[in-house]
C-alpha cells in the first residue's frame, strides 16, 4: 500500500513562489510515476505535472515555465515548485503516483491509482 502525504501549501501574492511536497511510503514499485493535480472550485481535476522515475516530466500549458516537478528517489519525496505564481492557480494540489509509465497513463487518460489529500494553495492579487 502506498500512502502520499502533501504539504507546503499557503496563502501568498501574486507572483510569489511556493514549493510543495509529497512525501511517499510503501514499494517503490508503485511510485514509478508521480505526479500533480489541483482542482479548483467549480472546475475539475486537471493534470499540471508528471515524472518518471528515471526523470522524464511532463507539464500542462498553463504552468509551462513557471513550474518544475521533481522528485528524490532516495527520499522518496516529490516536489513541485511553483514561481510566478498567480490567481488563477489557486486551488488544492494533489500528489499521486502509479506503478505505469507517466506516458501511458497521460495519454490514456488513466486515472493514477494512489492519492493524497491534498494541500491548498492560494494566491491573492
Known amino acids: 500500500q502506498v500512502q502520499l502525504v502533501e504539504s507546503g501549501g499557503d496563502s501568498v501574492q501574486t507572483g510569489t513562489s511556493l514549493r510543495l511536497s509529497c512525501e511517499a511510503s510503501?514499494?517503490?514499485?508503485?511510485?514509478?510515476?508521480m505526479g500533480w493535480f489541483r482542482q479548483a472550485p467549480g472546475k475539475e481535476r486537471e493534470r499540471i505535472a508528471s515524472?518518471?522515475?528515471?526523470?522524464?516530466?511532463n507539464y500542462t500549458d498553463s504552468v509551462k515555465g513557471r513550474f518544475t516537478i521533481s522528485r528524490d528517489n532516495s527520499k522518496f519525496t516529490l516536489y513541485l515548485q511553483m514561481n510566478s505564481l498567480k490567481p488563477d492557480d489557486t486551488a488544492m494540489y494533489y500528489c499521486?503516483?502509479?506503478?505505469?509509465?507517466?506516458?501511458?497513463?497521460?495519454?490514456?487518460?488513466?486515472?493514477?491509482?494512489?492519492w493524497g489529500q491534498g494541500t491548498q494553495v492560494t494566491v491573492s492579487s
Open positions: 515524472i518518471d522515475e528515471t526523470g522524464p516530466t
Open positions: 510503501g514499494p517503490p514499485y508503485f511510485m514509478y510515476c
Open positions: 499521486a503516483a502509479d506503478s505505469a509509465a507517466c506516458r501511458w497513463l497521460n495519454l490514456q487518460g488513466r486515472e493514477y491509482k494512489y
